[in-house]
């Protein structure tokens, strides 16, 4: 129990010397590492090595949270935000949950989308609460075609930056995959630094498949964690934005977890130069979240 306090003493204090500024994955702690000539301090000796060494990996794991959030922004629409006709299309999205969906709500994650008075247009990602679970929604739509697509239920956790991505394949299918890339720190020194132990494998959340081509394309901008009600949108912040229109798509729901390993930043590393690809991160002058 001794050790365990300390332990956790000595990460909390060295955790905010790191979460402002780079990680350095070659940080040492002189102090703990003096060396111990008498015999009468070789169990202080022991227990200053273990907090080394404990020290260590709690700094190899945190993660300074370098860009902010943005919640309510709008980017002007463009060719690249979206899909060609009957070719692949992939939309990825990095936020943050500060809190879960109230009961019954869908909340935007990002949409681009026409209301029309008889049918609405466009495409977006949206997370619903159903009672005891929580759902991911894409809607995929060219008006009088496609609609709202829900996929499998996932355990969403507040203060946990997920990455969320939508794979059009042409005329195919459409598909939803889902990452955590890390969990906020619940101390007041790495509340705003990124646990990156707690990253998952991608996760295939299932598929749907088209039975007549849908072409989503519109004209409006894309819209950020935000809806015309305050009650619909995102109770947290989202931080990458990825939109792409690859040459191909991997070939399978294990490929293509690989692929997308990591989130927009990773993902948009994969394409080509002559690969239609729009990215997007929220500037460091935004505001941080808050708890």
Known sequence: ???????????????????????NRHCCFPHLSSRVTSPTFAAVAAVRAALL?????????????????A????LPATAELDPASGKPFVASFEFLLLRLPQEGRRVTVAAKVVDGRASAMGWGLFLRRYG????????????????????????????????ATIVADGAESLSLYIQELGRL???RETRRSLDVSARSPVKYLGSYPLLQQVNPKTDVNLSIGAARKRSQALPGRVRRVLA????????????????LDGGPEDVAGKFTQDERLF?????????????
């Open 185 to 187: 720190g619940e101390q």
């Open 1 to 23: 129990m001794l050790l365990t306090s300390i332990a956790k003493t000595v990460a909390v204090s060295f955790a905010s010397a790191f979460y402002s500024t780079p990680l």
């Open 244 to 259: 792409a229109s690859p040459k191909s798509l991997p070939r399978n729901h294990a490929d293509t977890e690989q692929f």
């Open 71 to 74: 919640k309510g922004e709008e």
């Open 53 to 69: 060494s404990l020290a260590l990996m709690t700094c190899a794991t945190l993660t300074p949270v370098d860009l902010a959030y």
């Open 132 to 163: 005891t679970s929580t759902r991911l929604e894409a809607f995929w739509s060219g008006g009088e075609d496609g609609g709202t697509f829900v996929f499998e239920r996932y355990e969403f956790k507040p203060r946990v930056l997920y990455a």
């Open 279 to 291: 990215v997007w991160a929220t500037s460091p002058t935004k505001a941080q979240p808050s708890d």
